[in-house]
């Protein structure tokens, strides 16, 4: 043999023993033959972390390569091969797709087409290694079925139908099968839908062989998940098809799951003349009675109704789901749990010792929390007994703790908490705050929170509400008082739990109470303390069981859901947010029964951005671990358990190492357990000095570690923390606020709801704000590199290298609206001011009150903003906020006129009668400068108004709420007009022109101003002129004059019919929050000359750009924006639909014709337009006119819609969102914008790991 040969063929055989032995060695780091070290498991675990993230952003081939390591070292893992052949699905589906896509040349599809062949084979076999490492077989059906269709969709017609068949006849007999009573197959159903699609005929529909078996075969997945209103939806329809008498009780399924959602499509349904139960009964009775033509129609009505709405759309995710929603993460918790017994993050050693504090006049006590009654971050203690008698205790500085006050609340007392129950930074003067004050030396940071909490106790006999008064001055006996007036809540009974949080939106906290009588019932707050309930739907007043409740956004779609236990039934739910104050409950199937829960919480304990869920009952606790792929999908990963003797438990990081520690007691003993990452636990030294019923864990005494509140027999105890050493540790308290300025940012006082994060080394941790302080541990790290806060509206706040070891105050920073126009200027592009605002869409005005949208709007550009920069104008129009922006229009004038002539447009936000497309020029002699300006309290503003210089007048005093006064005006007096005759003898016309800018209100403003019968609607500007006849010396003479739209403009207003010649005074009347900054009366007598020019749109550019820094000048002004300094990274939780393609959009934007941009948070159109060719006069200026067709989303929750692109606005829509009325149009909007509409918001790049 050759030598060379020989000595290549002995070191490879060399290398592949090794190999094999390496790979023997770290087969399974769970139980296998060999248990690797320490740093073979970090290895794994960076490998794992890498194929998630590569997985998770659509990297197939980068993933594939590092689960194919992983399943090499780990073949019999199921989390490893399900993810390896999950990706490999991804794969194909990414291949499929070029190859059918339309804005893609044959040459360009052709390495896709080349590569499907071997994709497919390798996702075949991925299954395949998925069932053989013990996967289960819905699944590996699933995933195989999933090929396949691919597949099928890839062949010619012929080809492709006998594949179709047997993928077919593979799912009814599974399905029909073994897997009939699989809760699982309802994931098939998805499949089978498709396949059905994909087989029926434009003209013979689904072939006869099929329809019946695939009616029958759906009607069975319908039952096995009835809570699902998709499969019922469709099941419904392919059994009246198929004229099956038990499509009957599809539809009634439908009927009844719907409800949740009736309110939203009862305007839909009233168009045809029915509610949407008589039309679901109709038919019904059609089926029963064998008319199946009738059935038929009705149904394809019906089917219409339900089938765009979200809660369709979610429970269409649950059947057809997306292969990321699959992913298992047991793989990256069972790594990350053997890593981190050694390091990075080491967990404490020490065990855990408690010194009590007994407090010594205290007896009775049920149940007590801890308050910081006068908000000096030092708590008391409110404790209530069994007959409801509540008692304050305040600590005095010898340590022992005194009685305050006591109130007998007069009802049997289960429980008490504390919350603010006004509308954030009310003046309501029921609303008791604190007074000013100072820390030794200096003043309370202004983040200090200022808002004293109410206290709620429930019970048997109801629900009482208790004012505390923790002000310096107060008596004792005055701290205490219960509420009186009536609140809305009397006849609530039979109250088992109680929660607070903000369901609706609109800034104060609403309340919940699961009741024993009539189930869970939502209370909605007017934001002054009283409450209106929401009508109950059939699946909330069923839950008569429910014993414990926690309040979280658990999909992260934005809005709170309501997480429960039933103790009698052994249920695990959640009440989901559905929007507009629609709500339904859905069991979480996958979660063993948990009879005798009394406990619930909501935590991310394995650090993988998905909220898990804990539930204890006596002799046993939960861990449902959860992923949550992207808005509004949370998927079941796995479920763990473990002893919990006496269902006495508290949940906490007690010795700051950033793990979770559940300390329970067994036999009223106390016993502690770690849990790093999962349910698998650690057992800790049992904790000396804990006794008694665990009530909560907070930070009595500053420092750092928290301590337990406890009640053993009767009377309460502090338990201090003396464990040592401890690690490092951050406390946050986030101040919310009524955001002053343009679309609300308001978030409840207090932040409940909101989400912390906090990211320190490679590590993530989030907790939800449930209180005042939020407690994290860093275990031996000495700094965080970031704290983000996403509040409950979606606004995030990001604080960079945030101090520890101390407590972190923050306030809320502001939110903008609407698109942004910049201009180059000569030397940078500079800030002009916010677009589309008299296009708003799904704006509510009141409860179901949608406002009116007008698209077009011709801005004036001043022409110190623009200048040619390359031969050409330059303009961006950039999206920086939570909202969707639709573009369908663009084009710009260029006005040329003498340089004392004021050149305005007719813009004004209000109908298209009143905002006529005219060119206003105004020469100074017949410009009228205001003599005398008074406001609503005599105040001289004259000086405030007599030129646009940014000193803006605030007519109001307070604010009832954002965007809405008290009424207020301004009395303008120009002296006596004069000769009102134009050289040709006609009447001169007079206008009114002024500058100013708006905070408006939002749609959840605008509900929460309807709910409360002591706020009126706004008055948006009026003209009134002098009457001696009228009580006030005035008369409303313009009932609706318009109003600036969002940042400073100049509106222009015809006054020559309302006003008087021989007393032209005008009072300029709302009780909207406008801040005026000139007015100027003309009297045009005559019309100067302007020339102007159409300037060629030559590029249009749509890319992502970020956002920019922002500006305040004053509290009375705008905020402007920094364009050259601009944020990358997403600052918004993504919005569900398609936005355009990056790239060249000149095409859509050339006329209005419903081709449009659709742009998203961060996007930004870079425009050019041609410079005239024409010299300027000398003595002249140029000014310009920015025409813009679109609409402008909001993504607040309340805006109809508002969390997804779709559906498309078009020209000839009557109203938002559009009806099936105009359902040919929605289809050709649709068709029209199909090839550019081929982006999605990231989940993963705002909700990331580390």
């Known amino acids: 043999m050759n030598q060379g040969r020989k000595t290549k063929w002995i070191v490879g055989t060399a290398i592949a023993i090794v190999a094999v032995i390496v790979a023997i060695s770290i087969r399974n780091p769970f139980g296998r033959p060999a248990i690797p070290d320490a740093k073979t498991f970090a290895v794994q675990l ?7 993230s590569a997985t998770e952003t659509l990297q197939a081939v980068t993933a594939d390569a590092d689960w194919d390591k992983l399943f090499q070292q780990l073949p019999d893992d199921q989390s490893v091969a399900l993810n390896r052949a999950l990706n490999r699905a991804l794969h194909v589906d990414s291949l499929t797709e070029a190859t059918s896509n339309p804005s893609l040349s044959a040459d360009e599809k052709q390495p896709a087409r080349a590569a499907l062949p071997n994709a497919i084979q390798q996702a075949r076999q991925a299954a395949i290694d998925y069932k053989n490492a013990g996967g289960d077989a819905v699944t590996e059906l699933w995933l195989a079925t999933r090929t396949d269709l691919q597949e099928a969709s890839l062949l010619p017609t012929d080809a492709a139908k006998p594949l179709r068949q047997e993928i077919f006849n593979r799912l009814c007999d599974a399905i029909d099968g073994d897997l009939k009573t699989n809760p699982r197959s309802a994931i098939l159903g998805g499949l089978l839908f498709r396949v059905l699609d994909e087989s029926e005929s434009p003209t013979s529909g689904i072939p006869t062989e099929m329809l019946r078996r695939g009616a029958e075969s759906s009607l069975s997945l319908a ?69 199946w033509q009738t059935a038929d129609n009705q149904m394809n009505l019906w089917f219409n109704v339900l089938n765009s709405t979200d809660l369709v759309k979610t429970d269409r995710r649950l059947a057809t789901p997306h292969p990321l929603d699959r992913l298992d993460f047991s793989i990256l918790r069972r790594l990350a749990y053997e890593v981190a017994k050694e390091e990075p993050i080491a967990p404490g050693q020490s065990p855990f010792s408690f010194e009590g504090t007994v407090i010594a006049g205290d007896k009775d006590s049920k149940v007590a929390i801890a308050v910081d009654i006068d908000i000096d971050l030092k708590p008391e203690i409110v404790s209530a007994t069994d007959e409801g008698i509540l008692s304050l205790w305040k600590e005095t500085a010898d340590g022992q703790w005194t ?58 006999d109801g629900v009482r509400i208790v004012a505390i008064d923790g002000r310096e001055n107060t008596a004792n006996e005055d701290r205490l008082k219960i509420i009186e007036t009536e609140t809305g809540l009397e006849d609530v009974l039979s109250v088992n739990a109680a929660i607070v949080g903000d369901l609706e939106g609109d800034g104060d906290l609403d309340l919940v109470v699961a009741t024993a009588d009539r189930g869970v019932r939502l209370f909605i707050n007017r934001g002054n303390r009283t409450f209106f309930e929401v009508e109950q739907n059939e699946s909330m007043a069923s839950l008569t069981g429910v014993t414990a409740m926690a309040i979280a956004d658990i999909d992260r779609d934005l809005d709170l859901d309501i ?26 199937n996958e979660a063993p029964e948990l009879f005798g829960a009394r406990n619930i919480e909501v935590k991310d304990i394995d650090g993988n951005v998905s909220w898990d869920i804990i539930a204890i009952a006596r002799g046993r606790a939960l861990i449902i671990f959860s992923h949550t792929p992207e808005a509004g999908i949370w998927s079941v990963d796995r479920v763990e358990s473990w002893k919990c003797e ?92 009524d955001d002053n300025n343009a679309n609300s940012g308001r978030v409840n006082h207090y932040a409940i709801g909101s989400v912390v994060e906090l990211r320190f080394g490679p590590h993530y941790r989030a907790q939800i704000i449930t209180s005042p302080s939020t407690h994290f541990g860093l275990d031996g790290y000495d700094s965080a590199s970031s704290l983000r806060v996403i509040f409950p509206n979606g606004l995030t706040q990001t604080t960079p290298q945030p101090p520890i070891d101390t407590i972190i105050e923050e306030e809320q920073t502001l939110k903008g609206s609407c698109p942004y126009l910049y201009a180059w200027d000569g030397q940078q592009f500079a800030f002009v001011t916010d677009c589309l605002w008299a296009a708003p869409l799904g704006l509510q005005v009141a409860n179901g009150v949608v406002a009116k949208d007008r698209p077009w709007e011709y801005l004036k550009v001043d022409g110190r903003f623009v200048k040619p920069h390359n031969n050409q104008y330059e303009l961006r129009i950039t999206e920086e906020l939570w909202e969707i922006a639709y ?43 205001l003599r005398r300006g008074i406001d609503t309290q005599g105040r001289d503003v004259t000086d405030g108004l007599r030129s646009i210089d940014g000193q803006y007048v605030q007519g109001f005093d307070r604010r009832l709420r954002q965007g809405l006064c008290p009424p207020h005006w301004v009395d303008l007096d120009f002296g006596p007009l004069p000769d009102r005759k134009t050289a040709s003898g006609d009447d001169a016309a007079v206008f009114l022109v002024m500058t100013g800018w708006i905070l408006p209100t939002d749609t959840s403003l605008n509900i929460q101003i309807d709910q409360n019968p002591d706020l009126k609607p706004i008055e948006f500007p009026s003209v009134w002129v002098p009457d001696a006849t009228e009580p006030s010396g005035w008369r409303k003479a313009i009932h609706y004059m318009g109003f600036p739209g969002g940042k400073t403009k100049t509106i222009v207003v015809d006054v020559s019919a309302a006003i008087l010649k021989d007393d032209p005074r005008l009072r300029v009347h709302t009780s909207a929050q406008i801040y005026w900054d000139s007015a100027e009366l003309v009297v045009r007598r005559n019309v100067p000359e302007v020339s102007v020019h159409e300037l060629n749109l030559t590029s249009a550019v749509l890319g992502y750009r970020g956002f920019s820094r922002k500006h305040r000048p004053s509290e009375q002004s705008p905020e402007t924006y920094d364009y050259s300094t601009a944020e990358t990274s997403p600052k918004w939780p993504p919005l569900r639909g398609r936005f355009s393609q990056e790239g060249d959009c000149l095409s859509l934007l050339s006329e209005w014709d419903d081709a449009m941009v659709v742009m998203g948070s961060g996007d930004e159109m870079r425009l050019t337009f041609t410079v005239p060719d024409v010299e300027l006069p000398q003595g002249w200026k140029r000014d310009f006119i920015l025409h813009c067709v679109g609409w402008d989303k909001d ?53 990331y790991r580390p």
């Not at 960076?46 to 998630?52: E, P, Q």
């Not at 009685?403 to 003067?429: E, K, R, W, Y």
């Not at 907070?698 to 338990?719: A, E, M, R």
């Not at 004392?900 to 105004?922: L, Q, S, Y």
């Open 403 to 460: 009685l305050l006050d006591q109130v007998d609340t007069g009802i049997q007392c289960n429980g008490v908490l504390a919350a603010d129950l006004f509308m954030v930074d009310t003046s309501d003067p029921n609303r008791i705050q604190a007074s000013p004050g100072r820390e030794g030396d200096n003043p309370l940071p202004p983040a200090r929170h200022t808002t004293m909490l109410t206290l709620v106790a429930y019970g048997t």
């Open 46 to 52: 960076d490998l794992t972390r890498a194929a998630l």
């Open 1195 to 1247: 993504a607040d929750l309340n805006t109809l819609t508002g969390q997804s692109s779709e559906p498309l606005p078009f020209r000839a829509m009557t109203e938002y969102p559009p009806t099936r009325a105009h359902a040919e149009t929605i289809d050709r909007v649709e068709a029209i914008n199909f090839n550019h509409l081929n982006r999605r918001q990231s989940y993963r790049s705002f909700w």
């Open 563 to 588: 997480v429960t236990t039933e103790a009698s039934k052994g249920r695990i739910g959640i009440i989901e947010n559905l929007l507009h104050l629609q709500f339904r409950f859905r069991q979480i």
């Open 223 to 291: 039952d096995i998940r009835n809570e699902n209103l998709f499969l019922a939806l469709r099941a419904a329809r392919l059994g009246i098809v198929a004229q099956l008498p038990k499509s009957a009780e599809a539809v009634q399924r439908t009927k009844t799951l719907s409800r949740a959602i009736h309110p939203s499509i009862n305007a839909t349904t009233q168009a045809i003349g029915k509610t949407p139960d008589e039309l679901a009964q109709g038919i019904i009775e059609a089926i029963q009675s064998g008319n």
């Open 646 to 737: 006496d269902g006495n438990c508290l949940l906490a990081d007690f010795d700051n190492d950033s793990w979770f520690e559940l300390i329970s007691t067994r036999n009223g003993v106390a016993t502690s357990n770690r849990l790093l990452g999962s349910a698998t636990e650690i057992k800790i030294a049992d904790p000396v000095g804990l006794t008694g019923k665990f009530q909560s864990a907070i930070d009595f005494n500053f420092d750092g570690k928290l301590d337990v509140l406890s009640i053993v027999d009767g009377k309460c105890h502090v338990l201090r923390n003396t464990t040592t050493p401890v690690g490092h540790f951050t406390t946050v308290r986030m101040r919310g606020i």
């Open 887 to 929: 573009f369908d229009h663009v084009s710009l004038v260029a006005v040329d006129h003498p340089a004392d002539v004021d050149v305005w447009t007719n813009e004004k936000v209000g109908p298209g009668e009143i905002a006529t497309p005219i060119i206003h020029a105004f020469s100074p002699d017949d410009r009228l400068t």
